[in-house]
């Protein structure tokens, strides 16, 4: 059960024989707007479902089948349009985050702390892996979210290179290419905790994070904290 802010509430629930789902939709009355049901032919399990103003989407894994392992039940909020996308990922890889623009489904997934960036083609069921610039398995992603602004989706992850810790913002537009990966560098004492993102204009964007010292641990009185802002223009 997910709300879905001013459009309501959206469902989903597994059947008896567990190869098929019924996804339901309800307004803020709880009058149905949608009830249909999902038919994967092999038993699923729900992973995880992400939610934004106009998409819903649950992922779902499969271990009955070699084909397709895993399956995007995507969810178009504001015309109530539903689609199915099977999708085969390498063993114990599981998505993280998610996101869309245009016909693109773009989701990063994560196995054994090494995480990869992945373009979902929606009218072809196609993935492609993105390269963030970077080394696969040296960048961990902190946020995946749209930017209306700019019509596109922002991503940005810590990365690790030889030693040097850089903050990447990534912008991929609507054909899922990424179109523009700006870094920036932290003084080394700096060990960077959490990312987040935040759009002000077309051309204006701001990251804001959270540190700590190197070689200080955390204790009570959080000495060794603090708050960082980066303005990119």
């Known amino acids: 059960m997910n709300v ?3 459009n309501g509430l959206v469902v989903v629930a597994d059947n008896e024989d567990k190869k098929s789902w019924t996804l339901s939709h309800y307004d803020t009355n709880f009058y149905n707007i949608i009830s249909k049901k999902i038919d994967f032919n092999t038993t699923v399990a729900l992973y995880k479902v992400f939610v ?3 998409l819903y989407c649950a992922v779902f894994h499969s271990q009955y089948t070699t084909s397709h392992n895993t399956f995007f039940l995507s969810y178009d909020i504001e015309h109530q349009k539903i689609n199915v996308y099977a999708v085969n990922l390498p063993e114990k890889e599981y998505v993280v985050f998610l996101g869309q623009i245009g016909d693109f489904i773009v989701f990063s997934t994560v196995n054994n702390k090494r995480e990869i960036l992945y373009s979902l083609d929606c009218k072809t069921s196609s993935v492609s892996k993105l390269n963030f610039g970077t080394n696969e398995g040296s ?3 902190e946020f995946l979210q749209k930017d209306t602004f700019n019509n596109c989706l922002q991503i ?3 990365c690790y290179e030889k030693g ?3 903050i990447a913002l990534t912008s991929v537009n609507d054909s899922g290419t990424i179109e523009n990966i700006v870094k920036t560098n932290l ?3 700096y060990l960077i ?3 987040q993102y935040v759009a002000v204009g077309d051309d204006y964007q701001i990251i804001t994070g959270s540190f700590r010292l190197k070689g200080i641990m955390n204790n009570n009185q959080n000495i060794s904290n603090g708050l960082f802002t980066i303005s990119i223009a």
């Open 164 to 166: 040097i810790v850089n």
């Open 4 to 6: 879905v802010g001013k």
């Open 156 to 158: 940005g992850a810590i």
């Open 139 to 141: 960048y961990t992603i």
């Open 52 to 54: 934004t103003e106009t």
């Open 193 to 195: 905790s959490s990312l």
């Open 187 to 189: 003084d080394e004492k």
